[in-house]
């Protein structure tokens, strides 16, 4: 999943952004609110990270701008403003949580997992689509009850294609969310890594899950069903 991390102290920024990789998100970030809001109206990301003591453009300004066109994206506020006024403003002005510095990463990571499962049907850590789970925080995927090992871009191509199954997605799409907005699009780094999953994962497997659509990209879904 893609995150955009706007923070304009450098070392949080690098912080959280060495963590949310560790963790296998894609993640970009943004030193002022200006860059900020550019990047987050014009990529397709899964979560946005803001604080509010911004230059150039504040944290609740930010957001306001956002929520007039992407009004479902969700946002989680990351700051040392810890009165509740402050609290109240932010959650009030369209944050969906909001995280208080100094802070736990883990307590961090907790509640980005929590932002991006709320609007699915999913449950707990684990993802699961027909015979495959997807763990989150063991980061361990299953199909048939057996254990299938993954490199760390292929665990993340499935999960976001578990995210969107039955969705049409095109190759700009994954490399937008799954690996840096700024790759060569014309490599066949995608392509070359669909067939990895295929391999391990539908090879052997009934049904097929992974499918290609001819001119536009790739549908993860059971046609069988």
Do not use: C
């Amino acid at each position: 999943m893609r995150i955009l991390v706007i923070e304009d102290e450098k070392k949080a920024a690098n912080f959280i952004r060495m963590g949310l990789s560790q963790e296998r998100y894609a993640v970009d970030v943004a030193l002022n609110g200006k860059d900020g809001l550019s990047l987050a109206q014009t990529i397709d990301y899964d979560l946005i990270i803001l604080d509010l003591m911004l230059p150039v453009l504040s944290g609740l300004d930010l957001l306001k701008e956002l929520r007039l066109r992407k009004k479902t994206i969700p946002v989680l506020i990351l700051t040392a403003k810890g009165d509740v006024d402050d609290k109240v403003a932010g959650l009030d002005g369209g944050a969906n949580d909001y995280l208080v510095k100094p802070f736990a990463f883990a307590e961090l990571s907790a509640r980005i997992r929590v932002l991006l499962r709320r609007d699915s049907s999913q449950q707990g850590s684990a993802l699961q689509y027909a015979d495959l789970e997807l763990d989150t925080v063991t980061h361990t995927v299953r199909r048939a009850g057996l254990e299938i090992d993954l490199k760390p871009k292929e665990f993340a191509l499935l999960e976001y294609m578990m995210r969107n199954a039955g969705r049409s997605i095109t190759r700009t799409m994954i490399l937008e969310h799954v690996w840096d907005i700024h790759f060569d699009s014309v490599s066949n780094v995608v392509d070359v890594h669909i067939n990895s999953l295929r391999n391990k994962l539908d090879k052997n497997f009934h049904p097929q899950l992974i499918h290609t659509i001819r001119g536009v990209g790739y549908v993860f879904k059971d046609k069988s069903a």
